[in-house]
């Protein structure tokens, strides 16, 4: 029991990690190359209807192998982990959660900053001369950038292991698959990591955080109405020189 739980955990889980990566570029995306579709593509409603489909999809994905019919989770003697092992008719669906679950939010995510960088390209001479918009523009692309960077860091830290489960299914080399594994783990902590060192509010959020202080007018004033008051001059300059460049 404890064999199929904790492994139809892990590959949900990363399947979770890697969808929402994707689906923040694409948010990403619209903002910046489309703000008049924004508010209507990401109201409340939807925003919970895409983070519900993201984690049922990824779950989805381990009830055949629960069932014993794409494959069957087991103990894997050679590195002494439960994982994906070939059923009774000699199938496995651990390269295909790979394929599904890293290499296409990887497309995903290069086509969305590939947009996004031909979008900044033909507006940065207009940009330039606008210092209000271009302050606007930073602030937006800062957190294009650390989303950017989180993307970067799950590349690191999983595409090791899904090279490994590939071209290695039968386990003749141990050792690069417990690195793999390794990095994994590790994924868990580079997140928070990257936050802290790219935004300043979470890096006050955390210090207070680590001296159980909780500032209710720092909540309200620096993360509320600054967001708020940004995102709605982001948007208004943004399609202004949007509808100016050329569509992508």
């Known amino acids: 029991m404890l064999c199929t739980m904790v492994p139809t955990l892990r590959y949900a889980s990363v399947g979770v990690s890697l969808l ?14 489309w703000p008049h579709m924004y508010q209507k593509i990401y109201s409340k ?9 993201t984690w049922m999809f990824s779950y989805g994905l381990q009830i055949p192998i629960v069932l ?15 994982s994906i092992k070939k059923d009774e008719y000699g199938h496995s669906s651990k390269t295909a959660l790979f394929i599904i679950g890293f290499a296409l939010p990887c497309v995903i995510i290069v ?7 031909w979008v900044v390209r033909t507006s940065h001479k207009r940009l330039q001369q606008h210092n209000t918009g271009s302050k606007v523009k930073r602030s937006e692309m800062k957190i294009t950038k650390m989303v950017l960077v989180i993307f970067v860091c799950f ?15 039968e386990v003749n ?5 417990v690195l793999g594994y390794l990095l994994i783990y590790l994924s868990s902590c580079v997140n928070p990591v990257v936050y802290v060192t790219m935004n300043r509010q979470y890096r006050v959020a955390y210090l207070d955080t680590l001296k159980c202080k909780y500032n209710s007018n720092l909540d309200s004033q620096q993360t509320q109405q600054p967001q708020s008051k940004t995102h709605n001059l982001s948007v208004t300059y943004l399609k202004n020189m949007v509808n100016q460049s050329p569509k992508v």
């Open 20 to 33: 929402s990566i994707a689906a923040i570029s694409i948010n990403r995306y619209i903002l910046i190359a």
């Open 45 to 53: 409603f939807k925003v919970a209807l895409y983070i519900g489909l």
């Open 68 to 82: 014993g019919k794409w494959g069957v989770y087991g103990m894997d003697k050679k590195l002494g982990t439960c």
């Open 111 to 117: 086509v969305c900053y590939a947009k996004i960088y």
């Open 155 to 169: 590349v690191v830290c999983y595409l090791p292991i899904t090279i490994v489960k590939i071209f290695d299914p």
């Open 173 to 177: 080399h141990a050792p690069l698959h």
